[in-house]
């Protein structure tokens, strides 16, 4: 962590930037947020560590209307939403100054299960621990890192970076399951089934909008949910039909464009698993028209806005689940 720092310092002192993006201390090591931070006093509230798992690709939109080029710190999936956001013309590259960030797996702190935890060691970059100790008011308690990761981590799409300036730190590999696991086992369920499952998740939901304001793809200066000509505008759920609306609306808007970060999942109070929409879009949509990884390329073509001869039509194909 303070390799970053320290170049931090570097480029903001020999104005090669004037603004850093990262992440700052929380008031515990397990709840790190994104932070711009404009001088070299303010980098003492600096952390990069394996609960920093927020995405700061989206608030490159922001600082591309600023003045001067921002530091921003980028781990390798951060990148894709990065390209993804080029391509649509929703950050500026000249303003921006990447660092490619290594990664081991970010880590989710509900995904320890403890009571009154004070703290977690072990968590450090890039000295991260197989074990981590976890601090409660009740003695310590051993836990696996692997087991407190995120799920994004374990299908995790690759180490590398796809766009930089430069690179600090290593990474290690954490893909130890099926990225389309689980949505084959939805799509294995029986029409009543899927309703069921689906109902019963996104019936927790109270439109606190956090899954779209984090969300990388979600990037339209004028979101339809917030218009005042709709009830979509209201917060709280009026009907059943309207918690399914939002959901379903956002996903189809991002199809395509999704680059399977997570984030929206992460940042779920209610612990929804949001990414399941998206995931289940992109798995169809390489069924149908070639494999395609959002972000990958700023140059390529998104199937959905590539018209070939050969396009299949999803509306008179054998029903794929």
């Known amino acids: 962590m303070q390799e970053l720092i320290l170049r931090a310092k570097e480029l903001l002192e020999s104005g090669e930037v004037v603004r850093v993006l990262g992440w700052r201390k929380g008031e515990h090591v397990y709840d790190p947020e994104p932070a711009f931070f404009n ?37 390798p999936c951060d990148t ?40 977690v060691e072990g968590a450090g970059y890039p000295d991260c621990s197989e074990m981590l100790t976890v601090k409660t008011l009740y003695g310590d308690v051993q836990v696996s890192y692997k087991d407190a990761m995120l799920e994004r981590c374990h299908v995790c799409k690759g180490k590398a970076h796809k766009i930089y300036d430069e690179q600090i730190g290593e990474s290690a590999d954490t893909l130890d399951a099926d990225r389309f696991a689980e949505v ?58 309207e918690e399914k609306m939002f959901h379903i609306i956002r996903a189809f808007h991002v199809a395509g464009r999704c680059t399977d970060c997570g984030e929206c999942s992460r940042v779920c109070p209610q612990g929804i698993p949001l990414h399941l929409f998206n995931r289940k879009f992109i798995k169809d949509i390489n069924n149908l028209y070639g494999e395609y990884q959002a972000g990958t390329d700023v140059d390529a073509k998104a199937p959905l806005v590539s018209f070939t001869q050969e396009d299949a039509e999803p509306s008179i194909v054998a029903e794929r689940g």
């Open 39 to 75: 001088s070299a006093e303010a980098l003492k509230e600096f952390v990069y560590n394996g609960f920093c798992g927020a995405n700061l690709s989206k608030y490159m939109i922001e600082a591309s209307k600023l003045e001067g080029k921002t530091l921003v710190f980028l781990k």
């Open 80 to 119: 894709y939403s990065f390209n993804q956001l080029l391509a649509e013309h929703r950050v500026d590259r000249e303003k921006a100054y990447i660092i490619g960030v290594g990664c081991k797996g970010k880590l989710k702190i509900e995904n320890i299960k403890a009571d009154g935890i004070l703290d």
């Open 184 to 241: 084959e086992r939805i799509e294995k369920m029986s029409p009543e089934e899927k309703f069921a499952f689906f109902q019963n998740e996104l019936s927790k939901c109270i439109r606190c909008n956090a899954c779209r304001n984090v969300c990388p793809a979600c990037s339209c200066r004028k979101c339809v949910f917030d218009s005042t000509k709709f009830d979509s505008a209201q917060k709280a759920n009026a009907t059943s039909f």
